[in-house]
């Protein structure tokens, strides 16, 4: 069955500098694999996702993730953190049917 | 594109009442997906649609909970009667085709039983 893992339950990083949210997954077959974000009182908004193709995938306002085969990984990575990207990040995976979600990290970015 | 639309924004309502959570999603999209999140729970899959038919309903809590889909373009989310514990935000979420393209969410719907 597919499944998602985000270790951590929060990420602290002061602004400025690089940025990582890690995501692990399992699944049988190729994966489907996707990046969200929610701001405080909204909805979980798109950021990015890897279907095939090169490893390296860039989104919305400046993230990007990387597809590692080998370590089943998905991280979420952004060079240059703002206070602004403090939010909550979820990593899911689909099954075709529906998204499979992990439990989410809060990403804290600090002045 | 107005995106998925779900109303109202906020409800509350007081134990034993009846509550009905509505839901546009986006013109085109044949899934639609209703969640519930919680602090102590995450984020929760109660039911899904493909092509207005329900697929699972295994997230469902309770038969106090019940879903409908009369049409593409409509949703609806009832718990009757409502207890305190149903207290969360509830998100609608439709996309194309299932799940391989990703979902659309709403704005969500937050709930207060008191």
Sequence with gaps: AQSVAQPEDQVNVAEGNPLTVKCTYSVSGNPYLFWYVQYPNRGLQFLLKYITGDNLVKGSYGFEAEFNKSQTSFHLKKPSALVSDSALYFCAVSNTDKLIFGTGTRLQVFP | ?114
């Design chain 2, 1 to 114: 594109d107005a995106g998925v639309i779900q109303s109202p924004r906020h409800e509350v309502t007081e134990m034993g009442q009846e509550v009905t959570l509505r839901c546009k999603p986006i013109s085109g999209h044949n899934s639609l997906f209703w969640y519930r999140q919680t602090m102590m729970r995450g984020l929760e899959l109660l039911i899904y649609f493909n092509n207005n038919v329900p697929i699972d309903d295994s997230g469902m809590p309770e038969d106090r909970f019940s879903a409908k889909m009369p049409n593409a373009s409509f949703s609806t989310l009832k718990i009757q009667p409502s207890e305190p514990r149903d207290s969360a935000v509830y998100f609608c979420a439709s996309s194309f085709n299932r799940a391989n393209y990703g979902y659309t969410f709403g704005s969500g719907t937050r709930l207060t039983v008191v």
